[in-house]
């Protein structure tokens, strides 16, 4: 349930899609291209334009590189969940605000695979963290603190750890509108509540 939550609220620079023809695979996600250099050590990622967090900051490469290099830096302790999507990486850098680089330290043939699992955090609520204690990453609770700032196609609404975690679409959002006007996960302490929603 936290994989789907973060999905919905923070943006991968690319994503799974599926076709019955295709099965599952990658395309851009908040990047919309990307290339990589002849030995495979330097990965580009153009972004689309125009982005921005759900409190109205500017959403641009700057938080992606931040959020890289951030968990790279922590691998061995407060970021270390992250750290596998981007096992390898050296730094990560701004070309634009658009423009991101992805240094490798060594050719990975499973780039995108390991990205589509890494989610980009706003650069503006996190770093004051590190530099308060770089372990506070890892302690901060954004559903406590909202409304969240999020940059994906959801923001939270309402967060209850044994009750209902409401999702309401993003206003910012620079993709495709969601076509739900909100996504419930709820939790049951018990199956016969479970079972009492699902008959009503």
Avoid: C
């Amino acid at each position: 349930q936290a994989y789907q939550a973060f999905v919905m609220l923070f943006p991968q620079l690319v994503q799974y899609d599926y076709t019955a023809e295709k099965g599952y695979f990658l395309v851009g996600d908040w990047a919309t291209s990307w290339e990589t250099s002849p030995d495979g050590l330097d990965w580009t990622f153009h972004l689309a334009p125009g982005t921005s967090w759900s409190d109205g900051t500017p959403m641009t490469a700057d938080d992606a590189a931040w959020t890289i290099n951030t968990t790279v830096k922590y691998a061995d302790g407060p970021t270390a969940i992250m750290a596998p999507s981007v096992n390898h990486v050296e730094s990560a850098e701004v070309l634009d605000a658009q423009t991101l680089v992805i240094h490798y330290g060594r050719p990975v043939g499973n780039v995108l695979e390991q990205l589509e699992q890494f989610f980009v955090v706003p650069r503006h609520v996190y770093e004051p963290l590190e530099q308060q204690d770089p372990k506070e990453i890892k302690r901060f609770k954004p559903e406590q603190n909202l409304p969240m700032v999020t940059g994906g196609a959801f923001t939270l609404e309402q967060f209850e750890p044994k009750g209902t975690i409401a999702f309401v679409p993003d206003p910012n959002y620079w993709g495709e509108p969601a076509n739900a006007e909100a996504v419930a996960l709820i939790y049951y302490t018990n199956s016969d509540s479970m079972i009492a929603d699902l008959q009503a």
